[in-house]
């Protein structure tokens, strides 16, 4: 992940983290004009926010992970044509670096 992105979660998660606090420290001591019924749903949006960021940290990390992989086996694959083709070339007695 490059840092722009990861700057973007982290602020991202903070701010989903602190609205989360927020909600459970106001739940039931404060009313802010009249939406002390709806703090329960701020929390419960707050806290998918928060798996959502997760989640998707997950996902980035699992295909990431894929991703070398498969860049690996590709650079294997790459390494035995270019072995087959020099193998081919000296076979044939058209070598690389051939003297007259």
């Known amino acids: 992940m490059n840092r722009k992105r990861l700057l973007l979660y982290l602020i ?3 701010y989903q983290f602190c609205a989360f ?16 019924k709806f703090i329960p749903w701020f929390k ?5 926010g928060v798996a959502l960021i997760i989640t998707d ?3 980035f990390w ?3 992970r894929a991703t070398r992989k498969r860049e690996q086996e590709l650079i294997q694959e ?6 087959k083709i020099y193998d081919l ?9 051939k003297e007259i």
Not at 44 to 48: A, P
């Open 44 to 48: 419960y949006i707050t806290f998918l």
């Open 12 to 14: 991202f998660v903070v």
């Open 21 to 36: 606090i927020f909600t459970v420290m106001v739940d039931g001591h404060l009313d802010l004009l009249g939406l002390l």
């Open 78 to 83: 790459n390494n035995v044509l270019k072995a």
């Open 89 to 97: 070339q000296e076979s044939k007695g058209a070598g690389p670096a």
């Open 57 to 59: 940290f997950v996902w």
């Open 62 to 64: 699992i295909d990431r």
